[in-house]
């Protein structure tokens, strides 16, 4: 198979702080991982991509100062949400291909909630 | 441009056939997918079909592709409670980017 994890699966925080998502292929090298964001009973929203050692690409939209991404190894890339705000609260999910895949896989997915 | 459309809502009485539609607009998709997504978590993938299949069949799932019309379809057959979920068809362009539709929710009643 192939999975990815997600790290924590749910976090509240308070609005001001910093919150850091954590995506981490376990069984494949991931030279991609993606991130998206869902709204409730919405479609998946892709924020950015990343390459391993690169710069995330980020969509149209999306303040890169705000979604700070990271892929510093084959298996891990980390989403940080600075200065978190109530309206960052959503599900954010999280996809790695690589190896050879021709999909992406999907972790569990992060519900965050900032009051 | 790309487009993905799904219908909203089905909803289909226990062991009944369920048929989830998707339409989409980008003629160069190499692969369509269907994604399984319970409340709270993430997505699961269900099935796929290379774009130039007609059909694919997987236990009780079932996979219609009419490349001419850009119409995707899953059935599932003998529905049961636990399919009861969001279903979401995707096509996936260059650099295994996928376009997702909106979500059908299945609805299953015992």
């Known amino acids: 198979g192939a999975v990815v994890s997600q790290h924590p699966s749910r976090v509240i925080c308070k609005s001001g702080t910093s919150v850091k998502i954590e995506c981490r292929s376990l069984?494949?090298?991931?030279?991609?991982m993606f991130w998206y964001r869902q709204f409730p009973k919405q479609s998946l929203m892709l924020m950015a991509t990343?390459?391993?050692?690169?710069?995330?690409?980020?969509e149209q939209g999306v303040e890169k100062d705000k979604f700070l991404i990271n892929h510093a190894s084959l298996t891990l890339s980390t989403l940080t949400v600075t200065s978190a705000h109530p309206e960052d609260s959503s599900f954010y999910i999280c996809?790695?291909?690589?190896?050879?895949?021709?999909?992406?896989?999907f972790g569990p997915g992060t519900r965050l909630t900032v009051l | 441009g790309e487009d993905v459309e799904q219908s909203l809502f089905l909803s289909v009485r226990e062991g009944d056939s369920s048929v989830i539609n998707c339409t989409y607009t980008?003629?160069?998709?190499?692969?369509l997918y269907w994604y399984k997504q319970e409340p709270g978590a993430g997505l699961q993938l269900l099935t796929y079909?290379?774009?130039?299949?007609d059909m694919k069949q997987d236990q009780r799932l079932t996979v219609l592709l009419n490349k001419k019309d850009k119409h995707l379809s899953l059935r599932i057959a003998d529905t049961q409670t636990g399919d009861s979920a969001i279903y979401f068809c995707?096509?996936?362009?260059?650099?295994?980017?996928?376009?997702f539709g909106g979500g059908t929710r299945l609805m299953v009643k015992p």
């Open positions: 990343s390459n391993e050692g690169s710069k995330a690409t980020y």
């Open positions: 980008d003629s160069s998709s190499t692969y």
């Open positions: 079909i290379f774009s130039n299949m």
């Open positions: 996809s790695a291909t690589g190896g050879g895949r021709d999909t992406q896989y």
């Open positions: 995707a096509e996936s362009l260059e650099g295994n980017m996928l376009t």
């Open positions: 069984d494949f090298q991931a030279t991609t």
